[in-house]
Structures are given as C-alpha cells and as structure tokens.
Nanobody
Framework: LVQLVESGGGAVQTGGSLRLSCVAS????????MAWFSQDRGQEREGVAT????????YYPATVKGRFTIAHDDAKNTLYLQMSSLRPDDTATYCC???????????????????WGQGTQVTVSS
C-alpha cells in the first residue's frame, strides 16, 4: 500500500555525517509510525529511530541517542535520518519502515511495521 525508497547511503570516515532519505508514495495518509532499522551482515534488524507522523515522540536507543535524528517532511512525503558522529559499528544496511494503522506506540520491532524499503548501505571506516 505504501512504497518506500531509500537513498543517501555511502562510505564515510569515523566522525562523519550522512543524511538518509526515504521517499514514500501510495496510501501515505494511513501511516501512523515511521522508523529506521539497521541490519549488518545477516543479523537481525535493529530499530535505530522511530516516530509518529507529525513529529511526535521520537525515540532512539542508547546506541544512537544524541547522534541520530529522525524527521519527516510532510510536504515531500520524505522521512530522513540525520546521522552524525558516525563510527564503524554503525556500518549496516539501513531500511525505512512504515506502519499502517493505529497503536499506542511506535515500537522498535520489525513486526510492528507493514511497509519496507529495500535499504541503503552505510559504511563507516576506521
């Protein structure tokens, strides 16, 4: 119902910054949560940022808090992940995700989300 396409990944050195973008199309009016997940070399996907549409209640795990910022541009139907102070442990494929429907929380758990992009690679060198 909602199509998501990520961009903005690349290779940077430790301490560098990237801004990932996720353009949404389709039935975006029913989206209630959006999130970014990371997945490195076959590991389980890990939530790195979530938010309600409207910018409410952004959430970050301790590993990225203070370094990553999630934001949404309603006019452009685009979700962003601003990443700063990058380190090698951040190396992963980053996917954006959207949830269609309600709920009390935007969980950092993959089953909570109904629509996924294909991901964009972020590589941080030492």
């Amino acid at each position: 119902l909602v199509q998501l396409v990520e961009s903005g990944g690349g290779a940077v050195q430790t301490g560098g910054s990237l801004r990932l973008s996720c353009v949404a199309s389709g039935d975006t009016a029913i989206t209630t949560c959006m999130a970014w997940f990371s997945q490195d070399r076959g590991q389980e996907r890990e939530g790195v940022a979530t938010m309600f549409i409207g910018g409410l209640y952004p959430y970050y795990p301790a590993t990225v808090k203070g370094r990553f910022t999630i934001a949404h541009d309603d006019a452009k139907n685009t979700l962003y992940l601003q990443m700063s102070s990058l380190r090698p442990d951040d190396t992963a494929t980053y996917c954006c995700a959207a949830r269609d429907g309600g709920g009390d929380y935007c969980y950092t758990l993959p089953p909570h989300y109904t629509n996924w992009g294909q991901g964009t690679q972020v590589t941080v060198s030492s």
